[in-house]
């Protein structure tokens, strides 16, 4: 994506990770973006590129090579992670002539993707039914228990079981709002929220606005 005109643009928490490339007429960079637990701001000056890699929970600690809980919240240079080997791909990146060759590069950088683990497979049912989770049920999914799967999933993921199932939970909710402009009544209970006020509450947290607020904005 290249942007035509500078921006800002505020990105939620959704249980993932990321690497992204920017670059524009003054610099660039590739960075690894941890697991957000809150929102974030972020300026796109005109003319800026950016290419980016999302990993689904608990599926970026094996590229990554650091346990992804010392990376929540956090962007560091992917060189910090990678060495030499980031300093590479970032040299490559910056003389791409285009965006799809730069998504290339960086797909071949990366490690073919292993068969999911059981932790995995217990995280991606996480993912899927974010409205209905508990802990000792997803901690049997994956064969440990709930004390042991709670620690891997902080390792996995970069947050506590407990708060990725509310992230989860929120990222249902931020589609619902999107798909149901102006009705809102009836979500609280469809996403799994005790009642409205915990609805709205849980949005500001992640979102740092009202629903309502949200989707005036995001248009």
Known sequence: MTSEEGFRHRVLPDGCADIIFSRDSHRASLMAVGTMTRFADFDIPTGQLLVGMRFRPGMWAEHFGIPTSDITDLQLPLESLWGARGRALLAQMVDSESSKRCAELLSLALRPPQARSPV?????????????????????????????????????????????ARVLRFRKAVSQVQAHAGEHAGLAAECGYFDQSHFIAEFQLFAGQTPSAYLHTAR
């Open 120 to 164: 995995q497979r217990a995280l991606a049912w996480m993912e899927a039914n974010p409205d209905c989770v508990l802990l000792d049920d997803v901690a049997s999914k994956s064969g440990l228990s709930a004390r042991q799967f709670r620690r891997v999933c902080q390792q996995q993921t970069g947050i506590s079981p407990k708060l990725l």
